[in-house]
T-cell receptor, first 114, second 115 residues
Framework: ETGVTQTPRHLVMGMTNKKSLKCEQHLGHNAMYWYKQSAKKPLELMFVYNFKEQTENNSVPSRFSPECPNSSHLFLHLHTLQPEDSALYLC?????????????FGQGTRLTVV | AQKVTQAQTEISVVEKEDVTLDCVYETRDTTYYLFWYKQPPSGELVFLIRRNSFDEQNEISGRYSWNFQKSTSSFNFTITASQVVDSAVYFCALRDLSGTYKYIFGTGTRLKVLA
């Protein structure tokens, strides 16, 4: 398997649930990203990890908690979300966070908070 | 501040027509990188092209071509002889080296190619 894989593809959760999104990349990259895509808004960068270290937290609420156990895996732990958190969550990777290379994206997890 | 503007929210064309998607960017850096991505209905953003700020040569790849003009801070994307499979949302993005290395995306242009 190649590229960036995200699971699950779709998730419906209640506001009191705890769930996790998973991202895995098989590209040998060292930087991984979480983006949020809401309708009619630009893609919003949430977190950046470079060599497993978090280098960017774009003022994301604490109900979103990222985890990067190694350069190939990235998780987004979710708890007590709000309906406005419903969106497409995209994971991406690139060679390193501080280089000019392009990012490669997964297909996203479509999250619905009810 | 960095910003990418894609003023065209949605464009509809008939198959075989040419279409140009506009992208205007703002950055204070002299070194930066511009990208175009395609997002088909399946969701993933597919990388199309990367261009650095020192290379203003236009590029052609099959039916796709890109026109980079620093004087107008624009990086426009043209699809020649459009096909139904070109229907997608297209995003322009900017990345500079000001310290955050963020990819700054525009709001995207939805292209519908009608048979």
């Amino acid at each position: 398997e190649t590229g960036v894989t995200q699971t699950p593809r779709h998730l419906v959760m209640g506001m009191t649930n705890k769930k996790s999104l998973k991202c895995e990349q098989h590209l040998g990259h060292n930087a991984m990203y979480w983006y949020k895509q809401s309708a009619k808004k630009p893609l919003e960068l949430m977190f950046v990890y470079n060599f497993k270290e978090q280098t960017e937290n774009n003022s994301v609420p604490s109900r979103f908690s990222p985890e990067c156990p190694n350069s190939s895996h990235l998780f987004l732990h979710l708890h007590t979300l709000q309906p406005e958190d419903s969106a497409l969550y995209l994971c991406a990777s690139s060679q390193e966070a501080d280089r000019d290379t392009e990012a490669f994206f997964g297909q996203g997890t479509r999250l619905t908070v009810v | 501040a960095q910003k990418v503007t894609q003023a065209q929210t949605e464009i509809s064309v008939v198959e075989k027509e040419d279409v140009t998607l506009d992208c205007v960017y703002e950055t204070r850096d002299t070194t930066y990188y511009l990208f175009w991505y395609k997002q088909p209905p399946s969701g993933e953003l597919v990388f199309l092209i990367r261009r650095n700020s020192f290379d203003e040569q236009n590029e052609i790849s099959g039916r796709y071509s890109w026109n980079f003009q620093k004087s107008t801070s624009s990086f426009n994307f043209t699809i020649t002889a459009s096909q139904v499979v070109d229907s997608a949302v297209y995003f322009c993005a900017l990345r500079d080296l000001s310290g955050t290395y963020k990819y700054i995306f525009g709001t995207g242009t939805r292209l519908k190619v009608l048979a």
